[in-house]
């Protein structure tokens, strides 16, 4: 129980997954705002306004709460894994250094000047800071993707008594998982943040089929889950095969195979058992698993058992959360679709259950990201920088208790603060979109002006 | 002395956490000097004065950090490792301090319970940030390159002293910042605040002067050896002069108070640098020995140097916009 091993695994991947809830939903944010100012620099139609003003405030906490947690994640490194710092620390902290330097700042320092300085900078400034500010977080994906990737599947680096040198800088940034991850959780982000405005606007079309603000959202927000979705599944199944190509084990454990066959199945469902060495109550579709993997009916799929029992990631759970983050992207597709259908039939803004549904798919993208976070980072163990350093290595000597203590503080306090961060977004996606520019706008309930009065989208001006 | 990689890298981590210490300085005295302040609309005021701008004083801090990392990575392994305990309880810390800026203004009911946060959370912020100073100077106990102390090592009398000397001298970078910020009544009731704290920051810098110099014969021979101590002396002296300047501004002037303790603070940590020039960690491991690559350290070198000046550029642009007297609207 008091492994320390353990329980820095279990803080790291506790305050990770806190933590990438946040930039993924501020990085597609950060470019939704851009484009809804864009909009009403170009239209002067004040409901594109009062749509930014909405998600400026939803954006503000989001990203004070990604900022907070992501201080915490650049010292963790540290405290919990010295060893590790230690033997990356040349490679990998120029990125993070690159990191800081090239979008933390930029973030930071425009983000004040979105937040409180359009009536001192004028609009054009702030759209240029509302820019910045989206630039900054497709950056810093760059380059933290960048340093993930080269754990994943270093390259350009000699060892040197004991710690990783770089000999090619082009070869460690641009790591052969590197093109393929980058797209991935970038499309993911910004599938992530339509799926939350789209239920946002389906969630005020449902109050008030009217409610002009809420029909850009929701149309806006359809059309990328349309778009990106099926080209998510297309840069999923890339990302699959450059994984085979370099992390073989993973993709194993994620199909399920122990043994090594030609012509494998797709095992749909079942139990893969690490103990028995095989998956129980397997539902399978024959040679499909090699056809999706390999493009071949009878191509051969690696098993688990050619890779000796130590350097096994562990199936049960891998298995289990590469189909969750499959499953919810064939629901988004599927939404994207179904969207399409209802605004050729010309009911996009009145079909209550293409609503409802875009409601319950709000939270989606969020457990797809943890689903597909935990597949890849669990699905590379047994190391933490693949085939050069095992996670059994990298630990910190500190104290079993004072990694327990720490824990469970940070259990603590991030269920309360991200408890009630979670709160106030909820409550800020609640109010009506059409009154966020109006200084009125909080006394203003849906419903209190006549849903034909053409001045509501301008109230209080 | 020559110019490499890896004094430069040295250097510009130090200019990191000084301009950290500065700017995240002023913004955590604010939240030191909630107690004090109880009025709601006055704390308000005096949060919207930093809110634009918190974010990036703080990035500093990651900037330090990872810098540490990639520059000096046996360093920051085993200060970090040294220092579990106040570093995570200041990120805990700075959590909190941190959300709250966004979490005041949108919370009907329990403003009071963020404004406790905001404060609590920067006092203690404050606090680890100055034990782990102190431990610091103290030395870590390291052998074979690996950390072999307790827990609790960061924890002694000079380090205490050394976290009050945090604590008073934010306070007072934040009163100096609000006293230019601030008119009227409520300046003055910052520059009755100010006087005990001016005192309390002298004696404090004091004890910790002295102490400082029996805590390892390096220290006091680097400060009064021959010829250092006719080198070295403008700083105690100078520094002493700027406490007396200090007590004059606080009482009478608005813009000079945050420059003059600026000044004390550049001048203490100057002196700390130049105690405990070359360690890294202290006492035996120097920053070369700890020094990432040649080629990590040049790879940086490059972005740093086109880097840093665009980020002071816009962020001395971001402050621009923000500059002058707070009214009462606020920019929230």
Known sequence: MFDPDILARVQFAFTISFHIIFPSFTIGLASYLFVLEALWLRTRDDTYLALYKFWLKIFALAFGMGVVSGIVMSYQFGTNWGPFSEFTGSVLGPLLAYEVLSAFFLEAGFLGIMLFGLNRVGPKLHFTATTMVAIGTLFSAFWILSANSWMQTPTGHIIENGRAVVQSWWDVIFNPSFPYRLVHMVLAAFLTTALVVGAVGAWHLLRDRENRAARIMFSMAMWMAAIVAPIQIVAGDMHGLNTLEHQPAKVAAMEGHFETQNGAPLILFGWPDMAAEETKYAVEIPKLGSMILTHDWEGRITGLKDFAPEDRPNATIVFWTFRIMVGLGILMALLGIVSLFARWRKSLYSCTWLHRFALIMGPSGFIAILAGWFTTEIGRQPWVVYGLMRTSEAGSPVAPTAIAGSLAAFVIVYAIVFGVGTAYIIRAMNKDPRFAHSPKGEVLRAGSRPISDPTIPTAGE | MIMDYQLIWVLLIAVAVFAYVTLDGFDLGIGILFPFIKDPAKRGKMMNTVAPVWDGNETWLVLGGGGLYAAFPLAYSLLM??????????????????????????????????????????????????????????????????????????????????????????????????????????????????????????????????????????????????????????????????????????????????????????????GFGITLYPNIVPPMIDFRTAAAPDNSLSFMLVGASILIPIILAYTAYAYWVFRGKVGDEGYH
């Open chain 2, 81 to 270: 490792t040294a220092f579990y305990i106040p570093v995570f309880t200041m990120l805990l810390a700075l959590v909190f301090r941190g959300v709250a800026f966004e979490f005041r203004f949108k919370s009907r009911d329990h403003q009071k319970h963020w404004d406790f946060a905001f404060s609590a959370g920067s006092i203690i912020a404050a606090a680890m940030q100055g034990a782990m100073l102190g431990a610091f100077i103290e030395g870590i106990a390291v052998e074979n390159a690996k950390f072999v102390g307790g827990p609790f090592d960061w924890l002694s009398p000079f380090s205490v002293f050394c976290a009050s000397a945090v604590v008073v001298g934010y306070a007072l970078l934040g009163t100096g910042w609000l006293i230019m910020k601030m008119e009227g009544n409520f300046q003055g009731r910052l520059r009755a605040l100010a006087k005990p704290a001016v005192i309390w920051m002298a004696a404090n810098l004091g004890v910790v002067s002295l102490m400082t110099s029996y805590i390892h014969p390096a220290y006091a021979a680097r400060w009064f050896d021959m010829p250092n101590l006719f080198f070295l002396a403008p700083i105690p002296i100078v520094t002493t002069g700027l406490l007396f300047w200090l007590w004059h501004a606080v009482k009478h002037r608005e813009k000079t108070v945050f420059g003059i303790t600026l000044g004390i603070f550049f001048l203490c940590y100057a």
